[in-house]
């Protein structure tokens, strides 16, 4: 089983920034091969933000690109999501997602609040 715990949520104004964390606890033998972000606007569906291979590749969604950076921490079972110039439309839960060789699992989401 793969437990994931995200972190650094928070409401902040407009052009400011937030770093999420995702933190992977992994149970037993199992390689992550893809760590994701995803975001839930209220009403929406659950969309794709960035993600990040076992090979250090990463893709970004248009809207995010230039002001997001995923990144993963020295033990390579932590995976950041550094946003700057945040908007009012970044507003969401954000999701913590593993691909791995024993399923895919999702965390419990945190909250990111873009208001003046």
């Known amino acids: 089983q793969v437990q994931l715990v995200e972190s650094g949520g928070g409401l902040v104004q407009p052009g400011g920034s937030l770093r999420l964390s995702c933190e992977a606890s992994v149970s037993y033998a199992a390689s992550i091969y893809v760590m994701r972000w995803y975001r839930q606007a209220p009403g929406k569906e659950r969309d794709l933000v960035a993600d990040?291979?076992?090979?250090?590749?990463?893709n970004y969604v248009d809207s995010v690109k230039g002001r997001f950076t995923i990144s993963r921490g020295s033990a390579k079972n932590t995976v950041y999501l550094q946003m700057n110039n945040l908007r009012p439309e970044d507003t969401g839960v954000y999701y913590c997602s593993a691909v791995t060789s024993r399923g895919n699992y999702w965390g419990q989401g945190t909250q990111v609040t873009i208001a003046s």
């Open positions: 990040i291979f076992s090979s250090g590749g990463t």
